[in-house]
């Protein structure tokens, strides 16, 4: 099966529980994130590779392919 890979995400910031779609960067990783609400800067959890995969409703693109991110 061929699914197509996802360029949006939903971010929920862990702070106030603000959602905000964003659009994902297909050659690198976003490290950080602000969210537009409460302004707290978001990194990566550990284990994860960017705030998409921590925070996001859809992985960053290269786990999406199961590669490996950054």
Request: glycine share 4%.
């Amino acid at each position: 099966m061929n699914e197509q890979v996802k360029l949006q995400s939903t971010i929920t910031c862990p702070e106030c529980g603000n959602q905000a779609e964003e659009d994902m960067p297909t050659d690198s990783c976003q490290y950080f994130w602000e969210c537009p609400n409460c302004n707290k800067i978001l990194k990566p959890q550990k284990g994860d590779c960017c705030v998409f995969c921590s925070y996001g409703d859809i992985p960053c693109p290269p786990v999406q392919k199961e590669k490996s991110c950054c």
